[in-house]
């Protein structure tokens, strides 16, 4: 049986792979990262979010329908991960596993070393599938890539003197973010995986796209610890 020298999850946002429209410059890096150390044993489960567009999607339902159920809006969020998942999926070609995986309690009957899933189901964010997948493959470390470096004090674009957290324990993550989830909201890291997460003890890696493979390589990086 195949082994792996270490399995990391990875939440890749929504924000990098279609900020506006599809980063392609940005995925072909990514690709070439995860490749690289694909090669040095490493096994990657890459959880992808919406992102963008499923703000907009979830903003267009409520304009449509001033009624609309929250359930609703998630179901909309998660086929735009869904979307974003079989991109992903389509760029690694035969080296990820055949399919998207929906659940994390899937079998996985290939021991590929690229793994891609895309949202789960109502009352979370694609976060919670990544908690969720570390939980079923007995990953230690989640690491949640977008267009944020740090956990900040309070939201950084609307306030010049916002403090950015090197690192951080659950109990005073929870605090800043609260337990409240909302569909279309845009935490660092949602609160109900957050919930999962400490209880699981899982050391979760809050940081920039760019900044990806410096952590793998054990090199200072830009981000927030949180365990």
């Known amino acids: 049986?195949?082994?792996?020298?270490?399995?990391?999850?990875?939440?890749?946002?929504?924000?990098?792979?279609?900020?506006?429209?599809?980063?392609?410059?940005?995925?072909?890096?990514?690709?070439?990262?995860?490749?690289?150390?694909?090669?040095?044993?490493?096994?990657f489960v890459i959880v992808t979010g919406g992102g963008k567009i499923c703000r907009k999607y979830n903003q267009a339902a409520r304009e449509l329908n001033k009624k609309v159920k929250?359930?609703?809006?998630?179901?909309?969020?998660?086929?735009?991960?869904?979307?974003?998942?079989?991109?992903?999926?389509?760029?690694?070609?035969n080296k990820s596993y055949f399919k998207v995986i929906d659940r994390p309690d899937e079998k996985v009957k290939e021991l590929k070393s690229i793994i891609?899933?895309?949202?789960?189901?109502?009352?979370?964010?694609?976060?919670?599938m990544a908690v969720n997948l570390a939980k079923a493959f007995k990953a230690p470390i989640v690491i949640n890539l977008s267009?944020?470096?740090y956990v900040y004090d309070k939201d950084p674009n609307k306030y010049q003197g916002a403090k950015p957290f090197k690192f951080l324990t659950w109990a005073h993550y929870r605090r800043l973010i609260g337990n409240k989830w909302d569909p279309g909201a845009n935490?660092?890291?949602d609160p109900v995986a957050s919930k999962l997460a400490q209880k699981l003890k899982l050391e979760v890696i809050i940081c920039n796209g760019h900044n990806l493979e410096n952590y793998l390589s054990n090199k200072n990086f830009k981000g927030t610890i949180i365990r």
């Open 147 to 149: 267009n944020v470096e």
């Open 70 to 93: 929250p359930v609703e809006l998630d179901w909309l969020g998660i086929k735009a991960t869904k979307v974003n998942a079989e991109l992903v999926r389509v760029m690694f070609n």
């Open 1 to 43: 049986m195949k082994k792996f020298k270490k399995t990391i999850v990875i939440s890749l946002g929504g924000s990098l792979i279609s900020p506006y429209e599809i980063d392609v410059d940005y995925l072909k890096k990514f690709k070439k990262i995860i490749e690289k150390f694909v090669k040095r044993g490493f096994r």
């Open 187 to 189: 935490w660092p890291f």
């Open 116 to 128: 891609i899933a895309g949202g789960w189901k109502p009352g979370a964010s694609s976060d919670n």
